[in-house]
């Protein structure tokens, strides 16, 4: 498939392992983190670690959308969809997330409409099918998706569609990155940096990552060539004594990423104060919340929700997955009590969470081979 098959060539991946493999210093390990969920199930789809050498350790950051969601707001969306009145239109992954009395797709057993979208466009048809109910759109993701978020309310208004509102918990990612790299368990030598984030928000953002942190950044796109030489690139900036901020997406990247897309934003949403996130606790100005103008499709505005802070099971130990501090495979949980089919952490549940990548991907057995070999490896 053209633009897709050129970027998974057998014999490119191994001349670039190989250049990979001459970068590593005797006695070293590197130790990257993929901020981006998609990039770690590119890495466990394709076997991406079976390429690299042992030295080089792939560790896995907050940018999973689902993941983050804290279980208080999920309660609340679950209390909307439970609403007589209401049509609740979610994306597919938010369904199974676990929340304080199960899940969406509980509720939904329970007999609340609640209704998989594949875009806040199609919530907003749903309403002007129904104008005799009240149609709400659970909003999540980074920047990837809030510019169309922010396309359906400008249109819902200009429309007039009265019956239509947004639970807003777009969340945005250059707050969380630097709550890991003020972490006093930072153990990360540089950053594969998101590539549909950087579409919108563009590559001046992370430059403090370099500037104040002396790690380097490489934004990579997301087939197995796209990482492969991320890692190159990263490992060329770590032994050159670089940090600098490269682009490796650049048929998809600008330096100053989607004007259009960020003034859609801008036009509709506003960084909040504070916002938890899961398993990372409050991180200030780290969300978007909607513009006072906007009240009027506002669901926190029209319905009374309770906004109470919900404690993470005590086994669950996303946080600690979400921050790079340990691997899936290291919870004690993971793949006993905490499977895809009765997940416990969040982790587990979406289709760009470390934990899924991990089981579904059957990687344990080997990354624990791995992790033995770099062990030896070090005198």
């Known amino acids: 498939m053209r633009h897709v098959s050129e970027y998974r060539t057998d014999d490119v991946a191994a001349r670039l392992a190989e250049r990979i493999a001459a970068l590593v210093e005797p006695g070293r390990r590197y130790q990257l983190m993929e901020v981006c969920g998609g990039h770690t199930h590119t890495i466990y789809r394709h076997g991406i670690e079976d390429l690299l050498p042992?030295?080089?350790?792939?560790?896995?950051?907050?940018?999973c959308p689902v993941c983050v969601i804290p279980m208080g707001r999920q309660?609340?969306?679950?209390?909307?969809?439970?609403?007589?009145?209401?049509?609740?239109?979610?994306?597919?992954?938010?369904?199974?997330?676990?929340?304080?009395?199960?899940?969406?797709?509980?509720?939904?057993?329970?007999?609340?409409?609640?209704?998989?979208?594949?875009?806040?466009?199609?919530?907003?048809?749903?309403?002007?099918?129904?104008?005799?109910?009240?149609?709400?759109?659970?909003?999540?993701?980074?920047?990837?998706t809030a510019p169309s978020t922010a396309v359906t309310l400008l249109r819902a208004r200009a429309e007039r569609v009265a019956n239509f509102a947004v639970f807003c918990n777009h969340v945005t990612i250059i707050p969380a990155l630097r709550a890991i790299l003020d972490s006093p368990d930072l153990r990360i030598d540089g950053f594969i940096g998101p590539g549909h984030v950087s579409t919108v928000i563009?590559?001046?953002?992370?430059?403090?990552?370099?500037?104040?942190?002396?790690?380097?950044?490489?934004?990579?796109?997301?087939e197995p060539l796209d990482v492969l030489q991320s890692v190159y690139m990263l490992l060329r900036q770590i032994n050159d004594g670089r940090c600098e901020v490269e682009n490796q997406y650049a048929r998809v990247v600008r330096e100053e990423g989607n004007p259009q897309a960020l003034r859609a934003i801008a036009e509709t949403m506003r960084l909040r104060t504070t916002f938890e996130w899961r398993g990372l606790g409050f991180i200030a100005q780290s969300a978007l919340g909607l513009r006072p103008e906007l009240a009027s499709w506002d669901a926190e505005e029209r319905f009374a929700l309770a906004a109470l802070r919900v404690a993470d099971p005590k086994a669950c130990q996303c946080g600690e997955v979400l921050k790079g501090v340990i691997r899936p495979w290291e919870c004690k949980v993971f793949g006993t009590a905490c499977t895809p089919e009765r997940p416990i952490g969040t982790c587990m549940v979406s289709s760009e969470g470390a934990c899924a990548a991990y089981y579904n991907y059957g990687r344990l057995g080997r990354r624990r081979g791995r992790v033995a070999a770099a062990a030896r490896a070090v005198p």
């Open 54 to 63: 042992a030295e080089v350790e792939l560790v896995h950051g907050p940018g």
């Open 75 to 144: 309660d609340d969306a679950i209390a909307i969809a439970e609403r007589n009145e209401v049509i609740f239109t979610t994306f597919g992954d938010m369904l199974r997330v676990p929340a304080s009395h199960g899940s969406l797709l509980d509720a939904k057993a329970r007999g609340a409409d609640v209704r998989i979208v594949y875009s806040p466009l199609d919530a907003l048809r749903i309403a002007r099918e129904n104008p005799d109910r009240e149609v709400v759109f659970f909003a999540i993701g980074f920047e990837t």
């Open 202 to 222: 563009g590559l001046r953002p992370y430059r403090f990552i370099a500037r104040d942190h002396r790690k380097p950044v490489v934004v990579s796109g997301f």
